[in-house]
């Protein structure tokens, strides 16, 4: 592998958002742990020029990292989330290799929709990234949240859902249980949880009807597609003939609204399903960093190109030619 790639699903952490204020109550636990792990918080932090995650990418042969903010991408303080994105927006002037994903209030739609007008518009962000669910337990098929979804349609940019924690009463309900209590906690996020939760986001949003509203909308979900890909003939079944008034299949709506990326999955069965369930320009690179290494990502593009399961052309378009498309980027 020669050419450097475009990663989608890169993580920062604001130092406006770094001491919890912005988390719901569900993610003290998973808080803690991350705050524990000294390695992920000091990457996290790390948005310096020239620092540690600059000679991360360098390893893994990133040319250029999209980032985000790790937490609060749905608090309820719109002004921490506008601290967040102005700390990103001067870490992206000052290395011209990072780009933006805007944080978004989303408990506050008319904020939210200012705040995404303002980062794609003055900051040069080139989307937004928000939370599967909001921490008072909604989805986006509640039709308050649309005119943000109406407006990344208006200014052509992607939204990218990304997993976060279950909440309270889910977490005990579903994945706490007789085994340890560490156990549980992985299950309800990184182990199993956050990737149905994903997917579960995603059909709320179809079944309500949101991408017969915003047709040209753009969405982006993660981890090889958050397991949709192996349901998809399954859900296409099942769930589209009970989708009262829509224009689409989920199938359409997978191909015409969704892309995915590879982040934190680095193996070639998922990448197989993903492959024969979602066109080839509509999947892309990405490394969930600091979560997971460039190194690893590195290791499973080489792993792909010498499996002979995509063209070396095909292996460009999902390591960066897709995502400067999708996201305007001149590379």
Aim: net charge negative; glycine share 8%; aromatic share 10%.
């Amino acid at each position: 592998m020669e050419f450097p790639t475009i990663t989608l699903e890169e993580h920062f952490l604001s130092k406006n958002t770094d001491d919890g204020r912005a988390l719901p109550a569900s993610a003290s636990k998973t808080w803690e742990q991350i705050r524990a792990h000294t390695g992920w918080l000091n990457k996290l932090k790390d948005v310096s020029p020239n620092g540690s995650r600059i000679k991360a990418m360098d390893a893994g042969r990133v040319g250029m990292q999209v980032l985000s903010n790790s937490f609060g991408v749905s608090s309820s303080i719109p002004s921490l989330v506008a601290a967040a994105n102005d700390e990103l927006s001067a870490a992206t002037v000052a290395q011209p290799r990072f780009k933006g994903f805007a944080s978004l209030p989303m408990k506050h739609p008319s904020e939210a929709v200012r705040e995404l007008e303002r980062c794609v518009s003055e900051l040069g962000f080139v989307g937004a990234l928000i939370d599967s669910h909001q921490d008072d337990g909604r989805y986006y098929d509640d039709r308050e949240v649309w005119p943000v979804f109406a407006k990344a349609e208006e200014l052509d940019v992607p939204i990218y859902i990304h997993p976060t924690i279950p909440m309270e009463g889910v977490q005990s309900a579903l994945y706490d249980g007789n085994y340890d209590n560490d156990f549980g906690l992985l299950l309800g996020i990184a182990g199993w949880g956050w990737h149905c939760d994903t997917a579960l986001s995603i059909l709320r949003m179809y079944g309500a009807g949101l991408f017969n509203a915003y047709p040209k909308l753009k969405v982006v979900i993660g981890h090889m597609g958050e397991m949709l890909p192996f349901m998809l003939d399954r859900i296409d079944e099942k769930v589209s003939q009970l989708a009262i008034g829509q224009k689409q299949s989920f199938r359409e709506v997978w191909a015409q609204n969704i892309w995915v990326t590879t982040s934190g999955m680095f193996t070639l069965a998922p990448m197989a399903c993903l492959l024969q369930t979602t066109a080839l320009d509509r999947i892309l690179y990405s490394v969930d960093y600091p979560y997971s290494t460039t190194e690893q990502g590195r290791n499973f593009l080489q792993l792909l190109e010498q499996s002979g399961t995509v063209t070396r052309e095909h292996l460009e378009m999902i390591a960066y030619k897709n995502a400067a498309v999708l996201l305007k980027l001149d590379v």
